[in-house]
């Protein structure tokens, strides 16, 4: 992951990637288990506007400057570069599979042991991207759950007659005035 020296702000995430031990570039390796935090960090300052790198700027955690919609690009961009990474091989895990299954080795020069374990070693780099994939989806989810509640508190705070006057029509008015249950 780098990040992109045709960006404006490039000089100033740098100078904040730096404060956070990151250079301006960053191998990032997948794991299964857990979405990988050091390439959601990188993500997080690569998105950010030129109104949060100044917030970021003046405070020492990158946790607080982080909106529910910059999380959202960061996880996003996050998705991106996952992705890239799997358009980087010239097959997919199903053709991988596919191959595995071969009662013969196709045709190569090289050992079958050797052939195999390469191909599963593919299989297993290509499942670790794709449930990294998995899990950036499900954050995704859950901050639009999360972006869609603050909205409809919002417009329940602006319009508070309008979740009484439904309550006493009893139609629905239940769902809106419970909302702080979600």
Known sequence: VQLRQDDPQYKRKAQLLRSFRFSTFKVIVLKRSELNFDLLQFCRVMVLNARELDYAENNETIKEFISLETEKRALELAKQIVHKSLDMHPTSRQDDIQLLNLKENPGHNIHPSRYYASILYRI??????????????AA???IDLVIQKNKMQIHEKENGKLSSYLVSLGQGGETLANLDTF
């Open 124 to 137: 297993g780099r290509k499942t670790t991207a794709h449930l990294q994939i998995e899990y950036i989806n």
């Open 140 to 142: 995704i989810t859950c």
